[in-house]
């Protein structure tokens, strides 16, 4: 793998990983709902009932376990990482993830009274905590939250083993660093075989958006999804080109308008056979000019 562009700094302890590790300080701890009172189909009011939130008295009579802290104990039980990039709906059950929208925007709600935001008296800011509790969860990282979405594999049954292109795709991510928005597009290189399963053109598309629904790190991005393609596929070869723009470094930082980062996984054929993998980076170059 290479990189053209810049680097970050390495990754260190965030305020938000010290939040997800350490235990709620009563200032705010949250009241969450229990198990059984998720499943009602009551709505996410009934569990946030108005006049409570993270800065009144009535909110810091915890009822149970925070719901990320639920979450959080059975991926640690299971030994399974969760770092920003991963998913983890396989370890949340029904109903729960409106529970942690609800646990996500009280935090937010605290966030903007940190920053001093008097989000009773600003409209403009009054519902902020909630809109982007449910932006995070159920659009920008739902990649984080919701399953894989389906895709059905089938066998390569007219034997193609000529070099396929698919992109470019629209990926749009945010930076696990900064939480800034990346959007860039992907290429994708398949060399099937005989033995090689085949996935319709729009699945690419729809697996490629839900890793980059993440916080995530450009260079990691690619690697999982060439893992999944890989194991979806099994082709002779696999190539994936990412080329992106990184909002961290336009909005802040060094403000530089013009930088763009370019990686790429070459695996299998693409890797030996540098023939096929100059004629599939001519292919895409001829495009994206
Ligand atoms: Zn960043």
Redesign the pocket.
């Known amino acids: 793998m290479h990189q053209i562009g810049s680097g970050?700094p390495p990754a260190t302890t965030s305020i938000a990983n010290r939040l997800m590790n350490d235990k709620l300080p009563p200032s705010v701890a949250l009241q969450m709902p229990h198990d059984e009172h998720l499943n009602d189909g009551s709505g996410e009011n009934a569990l946030h009932p108005q006049g409570t939130g993270p800065d009144r008295p009535e909110a810091l009579s915890a009822l149970g376990r925070p719901m990320s802290e639920q979450i959080r104990a059975r991926i640690r039980s299971a030994g399974a990482r969760f770092h920003a990039n991963d998913n983890i709906a396989g370890f949340i059950r029904p109903g729960e993830l409106e529970a942690l929208v609800l646990e996500v925007q009280a935090r937010m709600e605290s966030v903007l009274q940190s920053l001093v935001i008097d989000t009773e008296g600003d409209h403009n800011t009054q519902e902020t905590g909630r809109r982007v509790a449910r932006m995070f969860v159920h659009e920008v990282f739902r990649g984080r939250y919701h399953a894989m979405p389906s895709m059905t594999e089938f066998p390569n049954v007219s034997n193609l083993n000529e070099l396929m292109i698919i992109g470019p795709v629209t990926v749009r991510s945010a930076?696990?660093?900064?939480?800034?928005p990346i959007m860039g597009e992907v290429w994708i290189g398949v060399m099937p075989n005989e033995h090689s399963n085949l996935i319709g053109l729009s699945k690419f598309a729809r697996v490629a958006d839900w890793i980059m629904s993440r916080p995530q790190i450009q260079e990691e991005a690619v690697v999982q999804l060439a893992d999944i393609l890989q194991e979806k596929m099994s082709p002779d070869g696999l190539a994936i080109v990412m080329e992106a723009d990184?909002?961290?470094?336009h909005w802040r930082?060094v403000k530089d308008v013009g930088s763009r980062m370019i990686n790429s996984v070459m695996r299998g054929s693409f890797l030996k056979d540098a023939n096929l993998r100059r004629e599939f980076l001519s292919l895409i170059q001829s495009k994206r000019a």
Not at 175 to 180: A, D
Not at 246 to 249: T, V, W
């Open positions: 970050y930076c696990s660093h900064h939480l800034c990184h909002f961290c470094m930082g």
